[in-house]
């Protein structure tokens, strides 16, 4: 972890503490990038990313969210967000959070950052509050809706039967475990994560990292993904908020970065007009981890740069 990138316990009004990370930047504060990561892992993982933007002139912080990493909460435990409105509160910490910064720095732009299950928390807190946001950065995430939704709540029905804090197995079979099947020849487990094997073996070697979620936790985070997937809940986000959109062309939890495109097309029908999107030829679903990372890092915070003003 880097050294800049340092750990508080933050109390949040929902009652779970949280593990806070924050990097105070080296340039006088332009901005604040505010992560939220993304699902079996957790927010020092997100140091250099952090770094970068500091150098950059960005404070920088992000969470470890509710059953992850190092927060903890009386009415949660690892692998969960909560007993009860898991959901609700993940996004009433990540309120809290953004708060928390506005309040250090006031009248500084705060942009939201979400990857993969953090880009569901990040566009719920666009929806739910876009008043407390500049932009938001939504990377490697995919929205489940429709029929699609319906079929992953009748498998956690079933799968909740042994008790809704057991590992989703059969959610797990058709997410990471199916993903793995296409990089088995370069590894046997999360190949689909990036092609820089060295970032992959760290994973497989984290505790903290590459776990089952619960079946609480999937049915709580399949609530924050159908928000999201519906348009009526951009009501109250103004039409020139600025939307940064990032995909894998190798990433199979966003189907190649179809749904990232497809993201990008909702967008646009809405009458957001400030939408990028890319879809990286050859990435796979953690483009911070990827090879070629810090080019993405440097375009990103020119997007960053071009928006402060």
């Known amino acids: 972890m880097a050294a800049g990138w340092q750990r ?21 504060v332009k901005g604040i990038v505010h992560i939220n990561h993304g699902l079996a892992e957790h927010a020092a993982r997100y140091a250099p990313f952090a770094e970068f933007l500091a150098g950059r002139g ?6 470890d969210h509710r059953g992850h990493g190092h927060t903890t909460a009386k009415d949660g435990g690892a692998r969960l967000f909560a007993k009860r409105d898991g959901w609700k509160k993940v996004t009433r910490d990540t309120a809290a959070v953004n708060a928390h910064l506005r309040a250090q720095h006031p009248g500084k732009p705060v942009f939201i ?3 993969s299950m953090g880009g569901t928390v990040a566009m719920n807190h666009v929806m739910r509050h876009p008043d407390t946001v500049a932009g938001a950065a939504i990377w ?21 039967l042994g008790g809704a804090s057991k590992p989703a197995g059969t959610i797990d079979a058709l997410t990471f475990k199916a993903w793995d099947k296409a990089f088995r020849k370069e590894r046997p487990a999360f190949g689909w994560l990036s092609r820089d094997l060295s970032v992959v073996d760290a994973y497989v070697a ?11 936790l999937w049915r709580d985070f399949l609530k924050g993904m159908e928000y999201a997937s519906n348009d009526a809940n951009f009501a109250s986000v103004r ?3 600025p939307f940064h959109l990032i995909g894998g062309g190798e990433d199979p939890a966003t189907d190649g970065g179809k749904a990232t495109l497809k993201m990008a097309d909702r967008l646009r029908k809405a009458s957001f007009t400030d939408v990028s999107v890319d879809v990286l030829e050859g990435f796979r679903h953690e483009t911070l981890n990827e090879i070629g990372a810090e080019a993405e890092m440097a375009r990103f915070t020119d997007w960053l740069d071009a928006r402060v003003g």
């Open 206 to 216: 984290d505790p903290l990292c590459g776990w089952p979620a619960s079946v609480s």
């Open 140 to 160: 490697n995430a995919n929205f489940v809706s429709g029929g699609l939704a319906g079929v992953m709540k009748l498998v956690l029905f079933f799968n909740g």
């Open 58 to 63: 960005y404070h920088v912080a992000a969470q």
């Open 113 to 115: 950052f979400g990857h």
């Open 8 to 28: 508080q316990n933050f109390n949040s009004p929902t009652g779970a503490v949280l593990a806070l990370y924050e990097t105070p930047p080296a340039a006088p």
């Open 239 to 241: 039409k020139d908020m």
